[in-house]
């Protein structure tokens, strides 16, 4: 068996070279490691392209007010972030750091849109002196805070109000976020999000331009986005004559990519097409105009785009149980697996054409037993010095990333045509002391 258990869980420019090398983006991934040293992430600058024109033109055919906003939290940084502006497309953050990222990043004010069950006094403040796009209200203690905020700084700040649908979306508990008990947004059941609508248009400094409900992360079923947005459009369809008047329409993100070669997710064009034509026919069935649509992927635009490549060393053999071959990364640089038991594929980069006839454990190098990357996965035979790539892993890697164990944080570059760019550097021994104070 060629050792390549799943293309499509790889960027777009992936290919192998005669010397049966990985190559990313017209780099060999074995020189990069050896360039620019391991744990390394690869971030293709086309996948990511790519995916921000399919999102853009799926929903604009079906639905031509429609508007894609990247989720940044699933990789912030300033090089994507310009990537992603050039690519038109919205931002959404979710804290005061995110937003100076997407200001600093080009991003225009009114391309932004604030996410968060407790935004501080602080970040709200700086959001409304910035003059962003939409704040997605959360709470009604966030309802008090931003007419405050509003009315000492003479502001009037557009907002969307979040509604829980209370729909299960079927995906780890970790990342859901529509069912009734989350602490993300105002019920519909309860009663809570037709108070939370009351108050915002009795706020002079709120404008209300609509709703917001997304539902969770790493999405393959269609059918809970169809059953929100009925929902929470059935709602602002009921709360027409108390103010509520539906501009734009938020379904969220959450469209789940392919992490191991058993994965098969709807497409871009899937998604697009079960989302509008649910939007358009409940609007259709209530006799509302059809809003602005909001798209917000994140997963979805940088996860498939990136590879991280590390360098084996030890290998723990227990006859008959199972052999750990460990890398120079794991839970500090990716906390998936631990957090939510998530799968991957790996490969060895540098023997792309050798068999998969050995049956490894990848274990990380942080002094946690549970700092695993991937259990009993089939690998071409590897010594010490050989890399491995694990690809699909562009989002929710580097910026759930930590210190643990006082590891400096990998370098990541962007590959395009051949070349290669670091687009954050790897933090150094000063740089993890830089805070402490003596
Ligand atoms: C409000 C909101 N929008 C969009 C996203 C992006 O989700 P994903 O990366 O799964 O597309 C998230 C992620 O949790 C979110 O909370």
Known sequence: MLNFPAKHVFPDTTTINDKGHLVIGGCN????????????????????????????VAFKELYPDS???????????????????????????????????????????????????NKSRQELTEAVSLGIGRIIIDSFYEIDLLEEIGYQTNKTQ?????????????????????ILDSK??????????????????SSPHLNLMGLHCHIGSQLFELDPYKKAIRVAIKFASDMRDKGLTLYEFSPGGGFGIAYTKDDSPPSITEFASAITSEVLSTCEDLKLEHPKL?????????????????????????????????VDGGMGDNIRPALYQASYEAVVANKMKTTSSDKVTIAGKYCESGDILINDVNLAPTEPGDIIAIPATGAYCIPMSSNYNMSPRPCVVLVKDGSSRVIRRRETYEDLMAFDVI
């Open 29 to 56: 991934v074995t020189d990069l490691a050896s360039k620019y040293g391991t744990p390394l992430y690869i971030i293709d600058e086309d996948t990511v392209r790519n995916r921000c024109t399919s999102f853009r």
């Open 67 to 117: 508007q894609i906003i990247y989720g940044s939290k699933a990789f912030a940084n300033l090089a994507i972030t310009k990537i992603i502006v050039d690519e038109k497309l919205g931002l959404d953050v979710v804290s005061g750091g995110e937003l100076a990222l997407a200001s600093a990043g080009g991003a225009p004010s009114k391309n932004i849109y604030f996410h968060g069950n």
């Open 158 to 178: 557009d907002v969307l109000i979040r509604v829980s649908p209370a729909v299960d979306p079927h995906t780890h508990s970790y990342i859901s976020t529509g």
């Open 184 to 201: 993300f947004g105002f019920a519909i059941g309860t009663g809570d999000a037709a108070l939370a609508v009351k108050k915002v248009t």
């Open 294 to 326: 909001l798209i917000e992927p994140g997963r979805s635009i940088i996860g498939p785009a990136g590879v991280a490549a590390y360098t084996t060393g030890a290998r723990k053999v227990i006859s008959g149980i199972r052999t750990y071959l460990s």
